[in-house]
């Protein structure tokens, strides 16, 4: 019997009464929200489908202290905490527990500082990611990571989850990301760790660990983040292939090939004709698929590398490949790849999963895909940063199918695609996080000693259990 993938919220506990009193008469500065309109409006993140809890209030604090003290608080009460960045989380990690508090960290939106010298930026959490690149390009300098939401996502939400993107690929993660943190532990203690240095192995990696927990091990109040030099104008490739399998042969040719380009997206053609249909980019819609490419070497090494992918697509079987005349038009090509989810939001009710495999086996995730889709009769877009072996299957079904014929179908499903990328040697989430909708194939792919070495972790630095509880360990 497949895992139930979604979770009842998570009862009230502590009194919360006592606790909204105390935090208005210590901490009368705080913005606080208790009205129950503005409280349901932090209920979802973009999980939409997931049941969720009303936060008993919704705390924006302006800096470290408040939060350390609202924490101190909330453990005094017993009362829940979930930290909220942007709420553009694709795993319930930010959606309300019943009766907790919600600390959203909208108001700590400063960049506060750049260092030109140590090619870092020093910020805190609540910048959205789009404005801390603004920010640093202003001064020609280039922060990596970005999700397709970095728009509307924020640097606290994207250590949370440790969000990866469409340069991944070539420049990492965010945890590659981060030299220092500062964090409120879950009794209110605030560490700094990490800071400037390049290179630090001084004791446990708590860094490492702390980025990606999704709010269950501490929350983060700053950040001290990589910086590189802004990188030259973009050469950008699409190609359009004949099937799934060839444009994932492509993928690993261009791997094999030793060729890292900074970008490898994949579309296929449910999404090549939803993004199409939104933003007519005169995409070629009789592809089975298409991969987005793209250089940033300097000078004429961007068109050597182009050259080398475009070769690779060739031989794996690629038809009509077009390249950006400028960058107006690279920044329309990457920016349908972006809106692939909303546009296949725009086709029906549309559910997104994040799996990843090693990326020699991505066309054989492909295929599976097909399958499953094709077992289940469910409309299936896939989309995703295919240079990391990520894809994002997202199930598209119709408006008005019965919830609980549809529930089923998807339940099966994603069970299946599980499982798929679990026998390829992948995993079941590559940058979403387990969140509030994958707790028990947490088990299933690490295993329950592993699981039980990461509740032993959770149990040592919150063991009243307060910080976002039954995300990510059911
Ligand atoms: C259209 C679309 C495209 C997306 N594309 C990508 C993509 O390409 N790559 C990708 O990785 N994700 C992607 N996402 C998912 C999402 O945008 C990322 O997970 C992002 O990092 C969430 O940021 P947020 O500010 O919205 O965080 P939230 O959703 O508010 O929170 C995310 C998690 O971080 C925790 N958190 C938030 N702030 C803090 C803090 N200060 N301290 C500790 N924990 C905190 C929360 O508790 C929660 O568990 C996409 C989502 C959408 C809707």
Redesign the pocket.
Known sequence: MAPQPEAAPAPVRGDGPALLREISSRLPQVKLLTEPVDRESYRR??TAYLPTGLPLAVALPDTTEQVAELVRLCARFDVPV?????????SG??AGIEGALTIA?TRMNRVLEIDHENLLVVTQ?GVVNADLKKAVAAEGLFYAPD???YE???I??????N????CCVKYGVTRDAVLGLEVVMADGTVLRLGGRNVKDVAGYGLIPLLVGS??TL????EATLRLRAAPPPRATLLAFFPSLEAAGEAVAGITRAGIVPVTLELMDQTTIRAVDDVHRLGLDRDAAATLLVESDLPGTAAVAEVDAAEAACRVAGAGLVVRAQDATEADWLREGR?LA??ALEAQGVARMEDVGVPRSRIPELLQAIEQIAARHRIRVGTFG?AGDGNLHPTFVLGRDEPDDVAAARLHAARAELFEAALQLGGTVTG???I?AVRPDWLVRQRGEPAVAVMRAIKQALDPQGIL?PG?VLA
């Open positions: 993140d973009e979930v930290p909220r960045g942007a709420g553009t989380g694709l990690g930010a960290f959490p999700p397709a939401s509307t996502c924020t606290g939400g994207n250590l949370g989850t969000a990866g993107g469409l999704q709010g501490a929350l983060v109040t972006r989810y909303r940063h940058e979403h996080g969140g976002n995300r």
